[in-house]
Antibody, heavy 117, light 113 residues
Framework: EVQLEQSGAEVKKPGESLKISCKAS????????IGWVRQMPGKGLEWMAI????????RYSPSFQGQVTISADKSVSTAYLHWSSLEASDTAMYFC??????????WGQGTLVTVSA | DIVMTQSPDSLAVSLGERATINCKAS????????????LGWYQQKPGQPPKLIIS???TRESGVPDRFSGSGSGTDFTLTISSLQAEDVAVYYC?????????FGQGTKLEIK
């Protein structure tokens, strides 16, 4: 069974760094791209970026390029989303999802990130 | 970027009646070499992650009731729920996966009238 287990909710201050995770199981991690999707409070879905865990090839939305970094560690079957300096506007739910082969068929439960002074 | 525009933004339909949601892409999402439309529909209920219900514009996912159907090609697509049930209350999103960034529509909130 394909599962994506995301790390727990985070409360951070503006300017702090953060890395959230998405641990995959039930399939060969390197065979499918994994994407990240943002959902701000009460708002719609925004596609952020995807990564090929096999070779770490990435694609970013222009809206998120330079704002976040995605990565993957094959040894632990985990994808990451990283901010070097959080802003209040980063407050949102973040979902990871596995492409299969391109559509997002499998989703994590979401990680709520709250950024507040 | 390919812009996906859904209509309406919200919709109230009586139980047992038909619900129709439209999605328009700013450019084609039909890949001519394989004649596939790179378009999916997702259902999101409160407090849950989205769930893929239709892929390739018209292929219903396993376990999705047959009252859900997808149609359209090129730039214009439709999600139809033939007989609305209470459990269908949700926000529905279309997404193009023709070219990155794989953009979503703004969502359509479906409620019971």
């Amino acid at each position: 069974e394909v599962q994506l287990e995301q790390s727990g909710a985070e409360v951070k201050k503006p300017g702090e760094s953060l890395k959230i995770s998405c641990k995959a199981s039930g399939y060969r991690f390197t065979s499918y791209w994994i994407g990240w999707v943002r959902q701000m409070p009460g708002k719609g879905l925004e596609w952020m970026a995807i990564i090929n865990p096999g070779d770490s090839d990435t694609r970013y939305s222009p809206s998120f390029q330079g704002q976040v970094t995605i990565s993957a560690d094959k040894s632990v079957s985990t994808a990451y989303l990283h901010w070097s300096s959080l802003e209040a506007s980063d407050t949102a739910m973040y979902f990871c999802a596995r492409q299969s082969p391109i559509e997002l068929r499998y989703w994590g439960q979401g990680t709520l990130v709250t950024v507040s002074a | 970027d390919i812009v996906m525009t859904q209509s309406p933004d919200s919709l109230a339909v009586s139980l047992g009646e038909r619900a129709t949601i439209n999605c328009k892409a700013s450019q084609t999402v039909l890949y001519s070499s394989n004649n596939n439309n790179y378009l999916g529909w997702y259902q999101q209920k409160p407090g849950q992650p989205p769930k893929l219900i239709i892929s390739w514009a018209s292929t219903r996912e396993s376990g999705v009731p047959d009252r859900f159907s997808g149609s359209g090609s090129g730039t214009d697509f439709t999600l139809t729920i033939s007989s609305l049930q209470a459990e269908d209350v949700a926000v529905y999103y279309c997404q193009q996966y023709y070219r990155p960034p794989y953009t979503f529509g703004q969502g359509t909130k479906l409620e019971i009238k």
